[in-house]
């Protein structure tokens, strides 16, 4: 049976402490679902002795959820130190449309949870813990099958293993883009889609601008060829006389020997 706990102001939580201002507490927009409670009683000398145990899902409904077990020998404690474990442990998860980005099935000990998404009116088509971690988590519309032993514990860490096992198809789309040098890495994980659409934007410009560069280039020296091949044909002539007047200036020197005799 899943109990949803809100936390308020006042009562016992309070007086102890548990809840005021602590490291534990992440924000008042966070949901407690209680899983499971179970009673353990331990043999000890003069009787037994009872302690509890509980099991709590947290989320915002946004993409975070975590769970937590916690042990004490009352209920309410151990409800308390359970969700201070869930808080501790909430992760993120991807989201699309309200649903999982894709089909994953997952695995804890003998416990096997498969995970589907699903179109818009499905709902969430889950059980049990299964059923409280989606809730919690935010999906509004999933299909899910346990295919394995029906431990609460085991299922909810299935179902956990799964939902931190899912891929944000934008952040794929930008590691790829990354492998193949379109973009920059960055710190800032939350722009990828900015940078990709600027690095196709970038990629795009840069293609059109250096289209026309190497046909310019090309007429650039296509024009600057002609007058390199005209000027060696004007040098040539103008040498070719000088060596031509060459015996000219013999023929005079061998004139005046025959006039002196």
Not at 2 to 16: A, H, I, S
């Amino acid at each position: 049976m899943v109990q949803q706990r809100q936390r308020g102001g006042g009562g016992r939580d309070d007086r102890r402490g548990g809840r005021r201002g602590g490291r534990d507490d992440r924000g008042d927009d966070f949901t407690e679902k209680v899983v499971a409670i179970n009673r353990v009683a331990k043999v000890v000398k003069g009787g037994r002795r009872f302690s509890f145990t509980s099991l709590v899902v947290v989320g915002d409904g946004k993409g975070n959820v975590g769970f937590g077990l916690g042990r004490a020998n009352e209920v309410p404690e151990a409800i308390r130190k359970a969700a201070i474990v869930a808080r501790r442990n909430v992760v993120k998860i991807p989201l699309r449309n309200g649903t999982l980005p894709h089909p994953i099935t997952s695995d804890f000990g003998a416990a096997r949870v498969m995970l589907k998404p699903a179109g818009p009116g499905t709902g969430v088509i889950a059980g049990g813990a299964v059923r409280a971690i989606m809730e919690a988590a935010g999906v509004r519309n999933v299909l899910t099958k346990s295919l394995g032993s029906n431990n609460v514990i085991n299922v909810v860490r299935a179902t956990m293993v799964g939902l931190q096992a899912l891929t944000d198809p934008r952040q794929a789309r930008r590691e790829r883009l990354i492998l193949a040098g379109k973009i920059q890495p960055d710190a800032d994980k939350n722009e990828a889609e900015g940078d990709s659409t600027a690095a196709t934007a970038t990629d795009g410009a840069a293609d059109a601008a250096g289209a026309p560069q190497p046909a310019a280039a090309v007429v650039a020296a296509t024009d600057a060829a002609p007058p390199a091949a005209a000027a060696p044909a004007a040098v040539v002539p103008d040498a070719a006389p000088p060596a031509a007047v060459a015996p000219d200036a013999v023929a005079p020197a061998a004139t005046p020997t025959p006039a002196a005799e």
